[in-house]
């Protein structure tokens, strides 16, 4: 069983900040990480390989830092990776990273399952994993909490609805999007890392990729931020600090004068 898991490397912070001007998110001087979210696509994807033997292949397009989580993810149990990296992928929303992903699958042949986190915490779209099995016409299954069976033909997955669960059989090869009720995701052991330290990871771009340019980064994105705002803080509030009795006083008819005008008393 071949497995393709695409993984995203995000900031380590809440505060994320974006560029004004390009409307991007601005990744320089920011640690980042293997999104968390994509952590429970990969172990999903390595109890599959525990139960069948199965050959799993992460992919990432970004920076040339991004081999930090492909590396992680090879040494959780994955067994390679490949970077997709360039300057004609910067800038690139979720349209064009889902067609650069789905041409990196293209490339790499013959496969029967693609397993993607729920969303990318820096962006909070979920619409990667979706955007590649529709530009590779796959099978989805979006906010997958439990994978029931694979055979050599299908997949019987149970997903998060509305109302409740529903249970889905998908002929493969199939991409399946998880959410974190599916597993616990477990920590790299030092042998992995001891292989992940040894395995050479393969590097893509444009130059090598059967992709069309016009589609790619910020010129081939649809997408477009016309105007970023702060959000503000509508409501403010007054403290009243009670030193004595006084004071205490004061701050009872203060207090009430305040429920009055408001119609409460």
């Known amino acids: ?11 380590e912070t809440s505060n994320v900040k974006i560029d004004e001007e390009t409307g991007t998110i601005v990744r320089e001087g920011v640690e980042s990480i293997v999104n968390p979210l994509d952590l429970y696509a990969i172990e999903a994807g390595i109890q599959l390989k525990e139960e069948r033997g199965a050959e799993i292949t992460v992919v990432s397009m970004g920076p040339p830092s991004a081999e930090k989580a492909l590396k992680e993810a090879i040494a959780m149990g994955c067994d390679d990776g490949i970077l997709i990296s360039g300057k004609e992928f910067a800038g690139s929303d979720t349209w064009a990273t889902s067609y650069t992903i789905s041409r990196a699958v293209k490339k790499l042949g013959k496969f029967d399952l693609i397993l993607t986190g729920e969303r990318a915490t820096d962006g909070e779209t979920g619409q990667v994993g979706p955007g590649i099995a529709s530009f590779l016409d796959l099978p989805v299954s979006t906010y ?76 081939g994105s649809p997408t477009r931020v016309v105007k970023i705002e702060t959000p503000k803080v509508t409501r403010s509030g007054e403290v009243v600090r009670v030193t004595d009795e006084e004071s205490l006083a004061d701050a009872v008819e203060r207090f009430l004068t305040f429920l009055r005008k408001k119609g409460i008393l």
């Open 144 to 219: 997958t909490s439990r994978i029931v069976e694979v055979t050599e033909v299908s997949i019987v997955v149970e997903r998060l609805i509305e109302e409740g669960y529903e249970m889905l059989r998908m002929p493969l090869p199939a991409l399946v999007s998880v959410v974190k009720e599916i597993c616990f995701p477990r920590l790299p052991t030092l042998r992995g890392k001891q292989k992940a330290k040894k395995t050479e990871l393969a590097r893509w771009n444009a130059d090598n990729m059967d992709i069309e340019r016009s589609a790619l980064g910020l010129n």
């Open 1 to 11: 069983m071949k497995i393709i898991i695409p993984i995203k490397q995000v900031p």
